[in-house]
């Protein structure tokens, strides 16, 4: 199993474009044609972000605002009152129309009918929360804490954090939901506690009851992101602990293993980066500036041509846009993909961006 360290993993990204600390934006979804590189105009458009489909692209170091989006163009700063200081997974609590950005020891919740803070929690026991997920079933929100081997369950009806745990791996990260066998997934990127070897497993949870079903070991070790394609059931667990050789686990409704897929390439995938969208799913193509499509039958396509580093994505059921943050040496950019088609719009981002999630749910 490789040493590594988990940090230095999910952020060789940026370093290697050397672009400045990123930052949570906020992306609403509609149709614009502003081609080229450049500046994204500001406008006074008011968007309701529940009833339009939205995305939350971030975190950042050192900056405390989300940029809302619409379109290709910035409509309004929202200021988050609190200094985001670390990577993270935001959730969407589609219920409440809240988004949830975790930033130990703070959770910041987000009105996207408002586009305003609606609550800022604040606790001890948060202070390494990195990956959030709403769970339906239970209508409360999960935290990874990275700093140890648990997750921190918070109610979403009365936004305060439950006495209880729910036991994981070492240094949990990224969270999916499995609608159709109602489970939760999370990465668990370390082997011990140290955060000296990389891990090989995945926990599987109830969703209905918040109790450990079983812990899955994936092909490669540093497992990170993880999605599920609602159109073959199926779950997608992205590891890999070097940049030459990285793996994608396929897990079927009873969490047995039916394929591994294996991308290789001299430029580096990077196995954090997954999410799904129209039957397919899209795995990030990190420093070579790729997407990888995997079908529902999981064959494999690549879409190259984007001007720099791809991070993460977020995908729009609306207009069929998947929107791809790109990393360069002179700044940070979102593309769009539509289909297998790299359109001509560019959103440029004073403070760059990472995590993504849409409001679709």
Same mark, same amino acid.
Do not use: W
């Given at each position: 199993m +490789? @040493? &590594? #360290?988990?940090?230095?993993?999910?952020?060789?990204?940026?370093?290697?474009?050397?672009? =400045?600390?990123? !930052?949570?934006?906020?992306? +609403? @979804? &509609? #149709?614009?044609?502003?081609?080229?590189?450049?500046?994204?105009p500001s406008s006074n458009? =008011?968007?309701? !972000?529940?009833?339009?489909?939205?995305a939350y692209v971030g975190s950042c170091q050192d900056c405390e605002s989300i940029y809302v989006i619409y379109g290709t163009r910035i409509v309004k700063t929202i200021d988050l009152k609190v200094l985001v200081n670390q990577d993270n997974q935001e959730a969407w609590d589609y219920s409440s129309g809240l988004v949830v950005v975790p930033n130990g020891p703070y959770i910041i919740l987000v009105n996207a009918t408002t586009n305003s803070v609606f609550k800022i929690i604040k606790s001890k026991y948060l202070s390494c929360a990195e990956g959030a997920l709403y769970n339906p079933i239970r209508k409360e929100v999960l935290l990874s804490n990275t700093c140890g081997s648990t997750l921190s369950v918070i109610n979403a009806t009365t936004w305060k954090l439950e006495?209880?745990?729910?036991?994981?791996?070492?240094?949990?990260?990224?969270?999916?939901?499995?609608?159709?066998?109602?489970?939760?997934?999370?990465?668990?990127?370390?082997?011990?506690?140290?955060?000296?070897?990389?891990?090989?497993?995945?926990?599987?949870?109830?969703?209905?009851?918040?109790?450990?079903?079983?812990t899955i070991t994936v092909a490669l070790s540093c497992p990170e992101g993880i999605a599920f394609n609602p159109a073959n059931n199926e779950t997608y667990v992205a590891s890999g602990s070097s940049d030459a050789v990285s793996a994608i686990t396929v897990l079927n409704l009873k969490n047995e293993i039916i394929q591994t897929i294996h991308i290789r390439n001299k430029f580096g995938f990077t196995p954090g980066l997954l999410n799904s969208g129209n039957g397919k799913v899209f795995a990030h193509g990190g420093t070579e500036g790729s997407v990888y499509l995997i079908s529902s039958t999981n064959k494999v396509s690549k879409v190259s041509g984007f001007f720099g580093l791809t991070g993460e994505g977020a995908y729009d059921p609306f207009n069929g846009y998947e929107y791809m943050e790109v990393a360069t040496g002179t700044g940070n950019y979102i593309q769009?993909?539509?289909?297998?088609?790299?359109?001509?719009?560019?959103?440029?981002?004073?403070?760059?961006?990472?995590a993504i999630i849409t409001t679709a749910g």
């Open positions: +490789a @040493s &590594s #360290s988990r940090p230095n993993v999910r952020k060789s990204l940026f370093v290697i474009a050397s672009v =400045v600390t990123v !930052c949570v934006l906020f992306l +609403a @979804s &509609s #149709s614009n044609s502003a081609a080229g590189l450049g500046t994204s458009l =008011v968007v309701n !972000c529940q009833t339009h489909v939205c006495p209880m745990n729910i036991k994981v791996g070492n240094t949990p990260l990224f969270l999916a939901y499995n609608s159709a066998n109602r489970e939760i997934y999370v990465s668990n990127f370390n082997s011990d506690s140290s955060g000296g070897l990389c891990g090989n497993n995945v926990t599987a949870i109830s969703a209905s009851t918040d109790q450990v079903i079983k769009i993909l539509s289909g297998t088609r790299i359109l001509p719009i560019n959103i440029s981002l004073t403070l760059g961006a990472q």
